[in-house]
């Protein structure tokens, strides 16, 4: 996706609070979403400062070309699916158009200007939901920090060879994944106390892993394998991914790969921030890690090394019963960034279909845990506290694990100079008790 009028950083919207500096969406982000309200069924909205662009009542209206109608239709449906796998130069229209009916200057006719009520829905009076169905979800490890301090809690584990070789990944579950605000409950599952007694209760060693999520639009032929290069053709957008894991079912279970101590929930944000927002903000990825061989041809491309990554500032916040009681903010206990992962999500796409796997619209590709080197860079509880360092929190309590009641929001933001900044809303969600 290249620059164009879309990205114009001098670009205001008339929606007012889309204009503040720390608004994750300005005129120049415009993601599209599901949202319902009351007495309606759920459709597709654009969100837009504080607000919903109601892309069926833009439908119903008749104010969009042509050409670009179809898509509309598609973008205003109560699941995008449909409206992914049209790809990204059938959402680059709409998008251009949405962008000329929402800034402040765009010339001609505004309709939706001129009646904003029938058009914009304050995002306090929506409900959002999974933007669509996610039919696959595979989740990747690709942080080597991840794997090293995992490394330090579990001394026995080291780092494969095949890390430096390949994005490694796992099928993990796609029926289980929820968007922001969906309560996650504490599953129970099968655990090895210290004592060597194998029992069944709820896990004590609930954790969250910070990640950034692909969503896949046109899909590929299954046999067929995609470049590297035309996986951008493919990936349509972006989420921020929280991959709760329960660590004790986890250590005890894993031989094939996690299974239950994953499965049991996966919260993303409800947004679905197009790579054509994300344009600006592609960069050269980080270079290899000491002793790492150059990637495989079909793992690397002139393209992508010079923009196949993507700058994205990603942290995470706790708040407790506690905290919000004695009202304190939530505590930042994540501070990192999507360039600490050592293989890019075009490279895990690649390598995804490198056996002639077929992805499909609406497919979830997900970093995995996104940790950098320094302590709060550490982008789950496991690295963190290795369950044993307990992190301190305002008002004087502790955490090893997540606790219920507990509250973990994931946000993200693109930054770069000479452009808007953009951002993702929230990914976040609080631990109901067992059942
Ligand atoms: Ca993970």
């Known amino acids: 996706m290249s620059l164009n009028f879309t990205h114009d950083p001098a670009a205001r919207s008339w929606v007012e609070t889309a204009n503040d500096p720390a608004c994750d969406f300005p005129v120049q982000n415009l993601p599209h979403g599901v949202f319902s309200c009351q007495g309606r ?10 607000a919903i662009l109601d892309l069926l009542a833009l439908a119903k209206a008749g104010v969009i070309s042509t050409e670009a109608h179809p898509v509309l239709e598609a973008a205003a449906e109560g699941s995008l699916n449909r409206f992914v796998a049209m790809g990204n130069q059938a959402a680059s229209l709409l998008r251009g158009e949405i962008f000329r009916l929402l800034v402040l200057d765009g ?24 933007p669509l169905r996610v039919g696959s979800f595979t989740d990747f490890m690709t942080s080597v920090h991840h794997v090293t301090a995992a490394r330090k809690a579990r001394p026995a584990r080291e780092l494969n060879e095949n890390f430096l070789h390949l994005p490694v990944a796992y099928n993990s579950r796609a029926s289980s994944i929820v968007p922001d605000g969906v309560a996650i409950v504490r599953p129970h599952g099968q655990v090895r106390e210290a004592s060597g007694q194998v029992v069944f209760r709820p896990t004590s060693q609930l954790d969250f892993e910070l990640e950034f999520g692909a969503l896949i639009g046109p899909g590929n032929p299954l046999g067929s394998r995609v470049g590297l290069d035309q996986t951008e053709d493919m990936l349509f957008g972006y989420v921020l991914v929280n991959d709760w894991s329960a660590r004790d079912i986890q250590i005890w279970e ?9 499965s049991f929930a996966t919260t993303i944000s409800p947004w679905i921030v197009t790579a054509e927002a994300l344009a600006p903000f592609r960069v050269a990825p ?107 929190l305002p008002g004087g309590e502790q955490r090893l694990w997540l606790e219920d009641e507990d509250e973990l929001v994931i946000t993200g933001r693109a930054e770069r100079d000479g452009f808007a900044s953009i951002g993702f809303g929230p990914c976040g969600a609080r631990i109901a008790p067992a059942r």
């Not at 894993?254 to 994953?262: A, V």
Request: glycine share 10%; aromatic share 4%.
């Open 41 to 50: 069924d759920a459709s597709g909205g654009v969100a837009i400062g504080d």
């Open 107 to 130: 010339a001609g006719p505004n309709p939706v200007r001129a009646d904003p009520q029938r058009f914009i829905v304050p995002s306090a009076q929506a409900m959002l939901h999974m």
């Open 286 to 392: 980080v270079p290899r890690l000491p002793g790492q061989p150059a990637p495989l041809p079909y793992l690397d491309s002139a393209r992508h090394r010079a923009a196949g990554a993507l700058d994205i500032r990603l942290e995470a916040r706790l708040s407790t019963r506690n905290m919000r009681q004695a009202g304190l903010p939530p505590e930042r206990i994540v501070a990192t960034n999507l360039l600490h992962c050592a293989w890019t999500l075009p490279q895990m796409t690649a390598h995804h279909t490198s056996n002639g796997c077929n992805l499909e619209a609406g497919d979830l590709l997900s970093s995995g845990t996104v940790s950098g080197p320094t302590d709060e860079e550490a982008a789950c509880l496991f690295e963190r506290t290795a369950g044993t360092l307990p992190l301190d």
């Open 254 to 262: 894993s031989r094939l790969g996690p299974f239950l101590g994953k």
